[in-house]
């Protein structure tokens, strides 16, 4: 395994390359806060960015899942997201594309035929399955990031879990079919391997931050002064992200109030499933009154929200990596979070925040409340977590470690004949 944490960013990188990121169902262009549309999607649209910053091109291959999309939207300089026919121009949830993935991989092999990148890197399972048939045609470098693992997502939803069953085999076979792995975070590793896939055929790079849209200085949303305190959760509103947790914590922590931010716009967060279980859990929990859902909001408008929270809430039962953690220590903000996936990595306790057993409200409402009492400690975790976010966490790092992986695939490795 090559561990890239603190990132090295040295010489020896490659020269401009024309790099294919596909991206089957996470398409940066993407409104988030949906079920099927969070951090993978903003990781694939900086990503491409940062790696266009250092002279790359970047074409984002996503599915077409609407009538009047172009097939080709410039993203920004250097970077054009391709939509691809297969399967209906209209959404479908991600569980269920598995079934147009050969019509995807077949599309990706005509284009490529014509046009073939330097190298592919692929993102989530269903992408590596249609970008190994293509690269296995027509004899490309292929990179994998898988964002998310079967395993895992089983171990933990069991029954609930709606992935395809041939999901852990896909993965499988991505993982050793590819030429090597990008994980986000070493809990993957261990997972990976337990899978049978060397650990030295990963390479550990994690997930960036904007640290210049994701700072402590500009403005914080509104307090209403109703509440002494206000804690926040950032998230897709599904039950995995644990915002149940926080709103049970609530109970134990007066005077406070919690935000829950993400789900569908605020027009329509009333019909939200997992929006009406959380209220029936506030209202039994008698804290009705001091929890808020926003729905999804503009991007451009999470970093005041962040800002004005005492706290940032991370809960989640499982996170393959979690982006809101890095989000929130960026502007300066302490961090609780649970100790799984990629929250091991990127959450320093208790230099910028705590980490809490999942699923466990008392944990989370016992240390939230020391941190509620003590401005100073906040202050300095805060401090410490925008320090971290900078030396580890920026995209300029994070684009230049990942074209180190690229250059390890594509450098011919010296062929070992003998032993000395």
């Known amino acids: 395994m090559t561990s890239l944490s603190p990132i090295s960013t040295g010489a020896g990188n490659p020269a401009a390359l024309s790099i294919a990121l596909v991206s089957e169902h996470a398409s940066p262009l ?5 079920v099927d549309a969070g951090g993978q999607n903003v990781h694939v649209a ?30 920004r300089a250097g970077v054009e997201v391709h939509h691809v026919p297969a399967g209906p121009p209209e959404r479908i ?80 076979e ?21 899978m049978g896939i060397p650990a030295g055929k990963v390479a550990v790079v994690p997930c960036g931050v904007d640290t210049d849209q994701f700072t402590p200085y500009g403005p914080a949303a509104d307090r209403d002064g109703a509440h002494r305190h206000r804690l926040i959760q950032v998230g897709r509103m599904v039950p995995r992200k644990g915002a149940a947790v926080s709103v049970t914590a609530l109970a134990e922590l007066p005077d406070t109030e919690l935000l829950v931010v993400g789900g569908p716009t605020a027009a329509r967060i009333d019909d939200d499933p997992e929006v009406r279980r959380l209220r029936d859990i506030a209202r039994e929990a008698g804290v009705a009154d001091r929890v808020r859902f926003t729905g ?5 408008d999470v970093a005041p929200l962040l800002r004005s929270a005492d706290v940032v809430l991370c809960p989640a039962d499982y996170e393959p990596f979690g982006i809101a953690p890095l989000e929130a220590m960026a502007c ?18 208790p230099a910028t925040g705590r980490l809490v057993p999942p699923g466990d409200p008392g944990a989370l409402a016992r240390v939230v409340g020391e941190l509620l009492a003590d401005p100073a400690t906040r202050r300095a975790c805060g401090e410490a977590g925008r320090r971290r976010v900078l030396s580890r966490y920026g995209w300029p790092r994070i684009a230049a470690a ?3 992986v690229y250059g390890e695939v594509l450098t011919p490795q010296p062929v070992v004949t003998g032993v000395i």
């Open 46 to 75: 900086r990503l491409a960015g940062a790696l266009a910053d250092r002279g790359h091109s970047v074409t984002v291959y996503t599915r077409r899942d609407a009538r009047d999309l172009p097939d080709r939207v410039p993203l």
């Open 30 to 34: 993407a409104a988030l806060g949906g």
């Open 296 to 300: 999804g909001v503009p991007s451009e």
């Open 332 to 349: 300066g903000r302490p961090v609780v979070a649970s100790a799984v996936g990629g929250q091991l990595d990127t959450v320093a306790d």
């Open 402 to 404: 990942t074209e180190s």
């Open 93 to 172: 949830p991600k569980d269920e594309l598995l079934p147009h993935m050969l019509a995807f991989g077949r599309y990706l092999a005509r284009e490529w035929q014509i046009r073939p990148p330097d190298l592919v890197h692929s993102h989530f399972w269903m992408s590596g399955l249609a970008s190994l048939h293509a690269t296995r045609e027509l004899r490309l470098p292929l990179l994998h990031t898988y964002h998310a693992l079967g395993t895992v997502k089983r171990r933990h939803q069991r029954l609930a879990d709606t992935s395809p069953p041939a999901r852990l085999g896909c993965e499988r």
């Open 174 to 194: 991505v993982g050793l079919g590819c030429d090597r792995i990008v994980a986000t975070c070493r809990d993957e590793v261990l997972e990976l391997t337990r």
